[in-house]
């Protein structure tokens, strides 16, 4: 139920609409800006996050997560447009790039595959709204039928679109 806007749908908006997805979306795969109409919206970026994206369209729990405590995800997957610096965590990593899910996807697959597996142990209550073709690969993951489909393959290349765009 999230709100997909293409590439022209932003720029034909009013500069004063623009802000609010240039501000709260995401771009996925396809290049295009989603604004999350659940929960979502509120997840915070930490790069020590709680939760990660899969190339399935769902985030994971990558950890336990304390009652109370807030929700974080690594935006360095989120195919942004420009660097931005988070807050100071301790950590190597400052500030997000847009080609961080080039450069640390391999580790973020790692996190997920630790977890992955108890996707049928826990209460799915959005296991309904999954696309059940999807369903149906994560299930085959599960049996071990097939791998575990890379978060690389949300990867949007915008400096590529940016010199395929028509002048």
């Known amino acids: 139920m999230d709100r997909e806007f293409s590439p022209p749908d932003f720029q034909n908006m009013e500069p004063l ?4 997805p240039d501000t709260y979306t995401y771009r996925n795969n396809n ?3 989603v604004l999350c109409w659940d929960h979502g919206r509120y997840v915070n970026h930490s790069f020590n996050s709680n939760c990660l ?3 399935y369209d769902f985030e994971i729990a990558i950890r336990d997560i304390r009652p109370g405590e807030q929700l974080t995800d690594d935006y360095g997957y989120l195919n942004i447009s420009s660097p931005f ?8 990593r400052k500030t997000v790039y847009p080609d961080d899910l080039l450069k640390y996807h391999k580790v973020r697959d790692n996190k997920i595959k630790k977890v992955f597996h108890k996707i049928k142990k826990v209460e799915q209550p959005l296991e309904p709204v999954i696309n059940a073709k999807t369903w149906k690969k994560i299930e085959k993951v599960l049996n071990g039928e097939e ?4 978060i690389l393959s949300n990867y949007f290349d915008t400096e590529s679109q940016k010199l395929a765009a028509p002048n």
């Open 17 to 20: 609409y623009q802000e609010i």
């Open 31 to 33: 290049g295009n800006l």
């Open 53 to 55: 994206t899969t190339a």
């Open 85 to 92: 610096r988070g807050i100071n965590e301790g950590t190597k």
């Open 147 to 150: 791998a575990i489909t890379s």
